[in-house]
């Protein structure tokens, strides 16, 4: 009969576990205070931008208060000032960014979780992230010396050839063609924003529970019903959220927008019509404003416009993405 032999004990086993100082409780009472005092000074920070922001704009509400945001007259030498045409524009422009981002975002999201092969996954998230790091003012040079003329004499004419005839829809494509205006814009910034779609997408989809997939798999379907249907509609709300993370990105993206829009204070039905965005006209303008105190304080109401905008969206967002990603909170059929 064998007897086993006792197990020999390890030179780890038969040393002790070192055991630190006991815990300071000053240590612990430090370590939470700074803790305390980082997260109230980022409060105190977004606190103190909207306070100066809202006085700074009390001269333009108390003297044309909400009739600022429907007027479409923005004249500094006349004491005119309208926010509507830079309203307009912002909201024309992100719409065309979604537009043209979010289903080549998705796609790309899909194909790096599902179907793209190990060895060059990785290297197209990489190239994807480095694409979010190129700078404003880099996209806006492109635009102008390469995007511009080539939608100008390639993409705007056939455009206009194929859609203009369209009742409905031809006013969109309509008018002179510049070359500068709210398509060009739109581009741009969806190029911008297709980076941060794709990796929140990416982040969404990569949540799906493997089951999910495998149940449609062992149903017969096949991999675009898989995804279509298990992948995709599981995560909708995971993606809109995504969607509307980029809006956030969108809506104040400033150098490169001012670079193609055209920075023309109107409202044309046309997308090849040159206009202006709230962030752009603050970059043009607030050297200009001098100072002019009205001036300056019309400038500083649309750059709180921005931002209650921007915040709203922005936190919308970032509930829709929560609730895509925590335990039990993805299932959204």
Do not use: C, H
Request: hydrophobic share 55%.
């Amino acid at each position: 009969m064998l007897v086993p032999l006792p197990a020999e004990k390890t030179e780890l086993e038969d040393s002790p576990i070192p055991v630190g100082k006991a815990a300071s409780p000053w240590g612990n009472a430090t370590f939470r205070s700074v803790a305390l005092a980082a997260a109230l000074v980022a409060v105190a920070i977004l606190l103190l931008l909207v306070w100066q922001l809202v006085s700074d704009s009390l001269p333009t509400l108390r003297a044309f208060g909400l009739k600022l945001l429907a007027s479409e007259d923005w004249n500094a030498g006349a004491e005119e000032y309208g926010a509507l045409p830079f309203i307009y524009g912002t909201v024309v422009t992100s719409a065309i960014a979604l537009v043209l981002a979010v289903p080549l975002s998705i796609f790309t999201a899909v194909y790096l979780t599902d179907l793209a092969p190990v060895w060059i996954r990785q290297p197209l998230v990489s190239l994807i992230e480095m694409l979010a790091a190129v700078p404003s003012v880099i996209w806006g040079l492109w635009g102008i010396f390469v995007l511009v003329p080539w939608l100008r004499t390639a993409v705007f004419p056939a455009l206009r050839a194929v859609l203009g005839p369209i009742p409905g829809v031809g006013s969109l494509f309509s008018g002179p063609i510049f070359g500068l205006g709210y398509l060009s814009a739109g581009i741009i910034v969806a190029v911008m924003i297709v980076p941060i779609v794709t990796a929140v997408s990416r982040e969404i989809l990569r949540s799906v529970p493997n089951l999910q997939r495998e149940a449609a798999y062992a149903l017969g379907a096949t991999r675009w019903e898989v995804t279509r249907i298990a992948v995709l509609s599981y995560a909708r709300r995971g993606l809109l959220g995504a969607a509307v993370l980029g809006l956030g990105r969108a809506l104040g993206e400033t150098m490169a927008v001012t670079m193609v829009i055209g920075n023309s204070p109107q409202i044309s039905a046309s997308l090849f019509a040159p206009g202006y965005t709230l962030a752009s006209v603050i970059a043009n303008e607030f050297g200009e404003a001098g100072a002019d105190r009205m001036y300056t304080s019309a400038l500083f109401e649309l750059g709180l416009i921005l931002l209650v905008i921007t915040v709203v969206v922005n936190v919308g967002a970032l509930l829709l993405v929560r609730a895509a990603t925590t335990k039990g909170g993805s299932r959204f059929a």
